[in-house]
């Protein structure tokens, strides 16, 4: 319903969704947090996340790029660095303690990618680059997704780069958020490129 353009009443569904799954809606919330963001609706977005995390595990780092893609959404990327911060710290702690297939399973497929988009919104455009260079190399070994790649590019200005590997996150991945590339918030600074309309036109997006 989104995709089609009808993100209210999407917003509406998993809102009741929401209220039948009672506490163990985390993953619900964060499905709803995306839309009202999606919708604009900022407030209701980060009461949402927030009640999402009252019901999360204190090591669950699921929320951090949520957060993020709400504050850039916002026009706030500083407000997201304190969490970026927090998330990069116990994924360190994390490195030192568990094996490779337990660290994936705490944190979300964007959070790293979020990670180069927001330090390079704030000018750190080395560590965007960086940031972008190691996903490259962990999308090769199949540990982050061509989307988590593109969205890392944006954030060091490689903007070319970064609509190539959505067209891998959509045509050889099939990512199912392919769906979403003409309203997904990080992508936003992609919209007035050419090759970025070319891509959307091809997976009949508006």
């Known amino acids: 319903l989104a995709a089609m353009g009808s993100v209210e009443q999407a917003i509406d569904i998993l809102r009741s969704a929401v209220s039948h799954f009672a506490r163990n809606s985390i993953a619900v919330r964060l499905d709803l947090a995306m839309l009202q963001i999606i919708g604009k609706q900022y407030d209701d977005a980060e009461q949402t996340l927030l009640a999402a995390e009252e019901l999360s595990p204190s090591e669950n780092l699921l929320l951090t790029p949520y957060f993020s893609i709400l504050y850039d959404a916002q026009g706030c990327p500083e407000k997201a660095v304190e969490r970026q911060n ?40 080395d560590y965007a680059t960086s940031m972008s260079r190691d996903l490259k190399s962990t999308n090769r070994r199949g540990n982050s ?16 780069d970064a609509i190539k590997y959505l067209e891998l996150a959509a045509f050889k991945d099939d990512d199912p958020l392919s769906m979403w590339f003409h309203i997904f918030p990080p992508l936003s600074y992609l919209r007035d490129l050419q090759s970025f309309q070319d891509l959307l036109k091809r997976l009949h997006l508006p």
Request: aromatic share 12%.
């Open 86 to 125: 927090l998330f990069l710290e116990k994924m360190a702690a994390a490195c030192s303690q568990r094996a490779n297939d337990q660290i994936f399973q705490i944190y979300h497929f964007l959070s790293f990618g979020m990670c180069g988009l927001i330090y390079g919104r704030l000018g750190y455009t």
């Open 145 to 160: 997704t061509s989307l988590e790649v593109a969205i890392a590019l944006i954030g060091s200005g490689e903007l070319e």
